[in-house]
């Protein structure tokens, strides 16, 4: 909330919030604007999905998962990926339960876990690299630590793949781990997997759900926002057994009863021509990949200029970049801050682009270990993306 | 392999709240109905004025309204909303802590529960009452005390008016304790139509103000009101601003259901909290259909009481088909009580007691075994006003159905088609 509120200015070149300004794919704003025109979709839908949406992922992610999916039983329309992350905290976690959230963690998973009276237990990725070149695959939890977290009071493990901020896409191996370690102790895992789509080249996107033994203790979130940029849509959808579902359906009918529905008429519209073309490279769950990894690119060679150093994410459309090359001094301003925050309102203050603090995104106890980094997004328009070179091209120029 | 887990899987904040009466009767009426005066929608679309501003805002050139807008409100939403209502009110209110955008204003339900109510609170709530006041407060850890509205005689010669549904003020005052922290309000009331007056509300804020309680105002049926009534704001009474929440619908103001797109007004020092719970629960509300109710109150504020405006058209169409329905249910041998606002209305069926078996044994309240015959047999969906009690009291007044009039000319003559024929059988030998 108080980065977006300084970057809201006009002249800033804004990197921060994860906010795509390039266009939806025409055909998805089409389906909004048709829906609108039909009388009875002005009106409530099912509470718990539109019909014809849940339909739609169940065909999309029966084909991802090779299960079974039940529209009316498996999945949950909810109000964003946010929505499903607050349904399913709210349905399954207990006051005085633990849960375990791998840092750094897309930042509302502290402050739900709080709010439901549980105790949110951190466990880092730590950066394996030493080279100029270091990547998210780089960045590994260690087993024992792991390992150690997890007790009799652990109900949940929230799991972000690809991730936010790092860009990390979990490997097979990886995901084992985390599996392995739920079912003996018989947790939980909450996946957020909204970033699904956007995976580059050499990597792929595994669902966590699929391992053995973990489809009946999975609630798998995704998103239209990422999957169509439409973040001001507001669509996401949380998939999983019934069992754990008709929990999140009873947190539904008691917070909001019902998602709005010329969206979510226009999304499964749109997912239905998409789910039509998963076997050609034009589906845009493919596409819109492909466009962002040019940028990606782009992004992580003009930063590397200038003498910044990137971690090249594995998917995601962020990317975070370690500061401390370039020694900026800014041990006159005030307040305990950590680094990468006093970085930041600098770098927007002095060289009118913005981007986000990575001690946003981690517990307490290790804000000492990530500040030297800050996230960029990389999902704007190549003019955005120019603005963005000028400035880097320049920044050496003047430093301060 | 390890299949479901062994230990209790849902959190304990769930109990006594996972049934829910609509999921039943949206099932009954979709399957059986064919008149549905059940659900409270209209059957009729928004205004062209307000979908033509959707279509605008999504096709656009400015695809931006695709992408999240400010997580408490549309900067032009909340800022017409803030000058609309700030005349209403008779006071200034600043668009960024006063205003606050949720999707529908079950959700700004959901924000004040959870905001304000802590385990142990106590909150009262007037029966009868849209039915997930209580859920709310349960989930929230609080304990709703329940006060009921009693009808009283209507004068010699006239129908009985939900007017004439009155709080005894006596039983009201007691319903205060040490530990009440809100009263729910809603008027013009869902179920019955009734719109409180002046001295119903200030005898309402008198208590809320001399036991320091807060007052969750939900207010969305708040154009439609008939035969020249006042919706009276209790936000706008002395000493009430500062401990009132009011609460909106685009839905329900714009015959836009689906769109949901509610909104908070009220002081910053309870606005704040209502921030944390949306910030931590939903975060922001869809863009383009702020963008274009946004669109549709600049409209409205410029037609403020003049014959073209939206809200006096809809409330005078609504008033026509309310007396349609009336007149339909009266000639077929039901009591209807005329309602002074909303969308709905609820009519005595006890004459037709005899046409729905006997069900020994059953504590299922009267009127919800009337409507589930009812539509299963002649095809016409309403719901049972028990729906809308608390547990002990469904039995209090489970004579009554709820009727939803917001509905096409052919609806309401399909409806009165079935009554009819309905009652011909009846006389029949």
């Not at chain 1, 909004?32 to 839908?45: F, G, I, P, S």
């Amino acid at each position: 909330i108080e980065f977006t509120k300084v970057a809201a200015d006009p002249s800033i070149v804004n990197l921060g919030q994860g906010l795509p300004d390039i266009s939806p794919p025409s055909y998805v704003k089409e389906e909004l604007a048709k829906a609108a025109a039909v009388d009875r979709l002005n009106q409530y839908t099912r509470g718990f999905g539109h019909p014809l949406l849940v339909k739609a992922l169940s065909q999309v992610y029966e084909r991802v998962c090779g299960r079974k999916i039940d529209p009316l039983t498996d999945i949950l329309v909810t109000v964003g990926g946010y929505g499903s992350l607050f349904s399913a905290i709210q349905a399954l976690i207990e006051e005085g339960d633990e849960v375990i959230i791998i840092e750094p963690f897309f930042d509302c998973y502290e402050p739900m876990v709080k709010m439901v009276g549980a105790k949110p237990v951190f466990i880092p990725l730590r950066n394996k690299s030493d080279g100029n070149f270091a990547t998210s695959a780089d960045w590994v939890l260690d087993p024992t630590e792991l390992a150690n977290k997890f007790n009799s009071k652990t109900k949940a493990i929230i799991l972000n793949t690809p991730h936010n901020p790092l860009g990390k896409v979990f490997t097979q191996e990886e995901l084992q781990l985390i599996a392995d370690l739920c079912i003996k102790h018989d947790t939980l895992c909450i996946s957020d997997e909204v970033y699904e789509w956007l995976v580059y080249k050499g990597n792929k996107h595994i669902k966590i759900a699929t391992l053995p033994g973990m489809w009946e203790r999975t609630i798998t979130i995704g998103s239209a926002g990422k999957t169509y940029s439409v973040t001001g849509w507001k669509v996401g959808w949380s998939i999983g057994p019934q069992h754990l579902i008709k929990h999140l359906q009873v947190v539904q009918q008691n917070t909001l009863y019902t998602c709005p529905t010329p969206l979510q008429e226009a999304l499964a519209q749109a997912l239905w021509i998409d789910c039509k073309r998963m076997d050609e490279p034009d589906c845009y769950f493919y596409s819109l990949s492909r466009e962002l990894e040019g940028k990606r690119d782009r992004m992580a060679r003009l930063l590397r200029e200038v003498g910044l150093k990137p971690i090249v994410p594995e998917g995601g459309y962020f990317m975070i970049v370690d500061v401390s090359a370039l020694n900026v001094d800014l041990s006159d301003v005030e307040d305990n801050q950590p680094y990468d925050y006093k970085f930041v309102r600098w770098m927007i203050a002095s060289k009118k682009l913005s981007a986000i603090p990575l001690s946003a995104f981690c517990g307490p106890e290790t804000k000492a270990q990530f500040e030297k980094y800050i996230r960029f997004c990389f999902i704007k328009k190549d003019s955005t993306l120019d603005a963005a070179e000028v400035i880097l091209k320049n920044w050496n120029k003047q430093k301060a | 392999l390890q299949a479901k887990m062994s230990r209790l899987v849902q959190a304990r904040r769930l109990e006594g709240v996972d049934q829910n009466i609509w999921v039943e009767f949206v099932k009954l009426a979709a399957t059986h109905a064919t008149v549905n005066l059940g659900q409270g929608f209209p059957d009729f679309p928004p205004p062209d004025f307000l979908r033509e501003a959707l279509v605008r805002a999504v096709g656009g050139g400015n695809h931006l309204l695709h992408q999240y807008t400010r997580a408490f409100g549309h900067p032009p939403l909340v800022k017409i909303l803030a000058e609309f209502f700030g005349k209403l009110l008779g006071r200034e209110l600043d668009p960024l802590n006063n205003v606050m955008v949720t999707v529908g204003a079950y959700q700004a339900l959901f924000c004040c529960f959870q905001a304000f109510v802590d385990e142990g609170d106590e909150v009262i709530i007037i029966e009868p009452f849209f039915d997930c006041y209580e859920p709310m407060v349960k989930m929230a850890g609080g304990t709703p005390v329940f006060v009921p509205l009693r009808p009283k005689a209507p004068g010699a010669g006239k129908p009985m008016s939900s007017a004439d549904w009155q709080l005894d003020p006596a039983e009201l005052a007691s319903k205060f304790s040490k530990r009440t922290k809100a009263l729910v309000l809603n008027s013009p009331n869902n179920p019955l139509g009734k719109v409180f007056d002046r001295g119903e509300l200030q005898l309402i804020a008198e208590l809320c103000i001399k036991h320091d309680v807060l007052c969750i105002s939900d207010e969305v049926y708040e154009w439609l009101v008939f035969d020249g009534k006042e919706h009276v704001r209790i936000a706008s009474l002395p000493g009430m601003w500062e401990r009132t929440i009011s609460i909106s619908s685009a839905g329900k103001t714009f015959s836009a259901t689906g769109w949901k797109v509610g909104w908070t007004l009220g002081p910053w020092r309870l606005l704040q909290h209502l921030h944390t719970v949306h910030q931590n629960s939903v975060y922001h509300c869809a863009t383009a259909a702020q963008e274009a109710v946004a669109v549709g109150f600049r409209r409205e504020l410029e037609r403020r009481e003049r014959a073209d405006s939206y809200f006096t058209q809809l409330a005078r169409e609504l008033q026509g088909k309310r007396d349609r329905l009336i007149r339909s249910l009266e000639a077929a041998g039901m009591t209807p009580i005329v309602p002074e606002g909303t969308f709905f209305l609820v009519a005595d069926v006890s004459a037709f007691a005899s046409d729905v078996p006997e069900a020994p044994g059953s504590d299922e309240p009267f009127d919800s075994r009337f409507v589930k015959w009812m539509v299963k047999n002649k095809g016409l969906a309403a719901i049972p006003l028990s729906a809308f009690y608390s547990g002990p009291h469904k039995n209090d007044y489970s004579r009554f159905v709820r009727f939803c009039f917001a509905k096409e000319e052919a609806t309401l003559d399909a409806a009165n088609d079935i009554l009819q024929k309905w009652k011909q059988e009846r006389a029949a030998p």
